[in-house]
């Protein structure tokens, strides 16, 4: 059974940082591209960062600069170290890895940045 399992997320003060965790089970994220995504009340979610199974990764361009993703292959997890926060980052953040075949989404963990 796959589970991805988010964590990390809290209340922060603007200008703060917080780091967010996905740790996977019956997977191995380092196979596939995995994802971190948010959803804001009343909002689409969106994708804020991926990183492929080759390392490669990519940002919206409302987080480059301040958001960094990346993986740790012993721990199967991967990571979104989140640095001056501003409430507009204030969401559900999701973790979601995909291959061509399937696709998995954790539970979420709600971040709060506060002004």
């Known amino acids: 059974q796959v589970q991805l399992v988010e964590s990390g997320g809290g209340l922060v003060q603007a200008g703060g940082s917080l780091r967010l965790s996905c740790a996977a089970s019956g997977i191995t994220l380092s196979f596939n591209t995995v994802g971190w995504y948010r959803q804001a009340p009343g909002k689409q979610r969106e994708l804020v960062a991926h990183i492929s199974s080759g390392g490669t990764t990519n940002y919206a361009d409302s987080v480059k600069g301040r958001f960094t993703i990346s993986r740790d292959n012993a721990k199967n997890t991967v990571y979104l170290q989140m640095n001056s926060l501003k409430p507009e980052d204030t969401a559900v953040y999701y973790c979601?890895?995909?291959?061509?075949?399937?696709?998995?989404w954790g539970q979420g963990t709600q971040v709060t940045v506060s002004s």
């Open positions: 979601k890895s995909w291959s061509v075949f399937k696709a998995y």
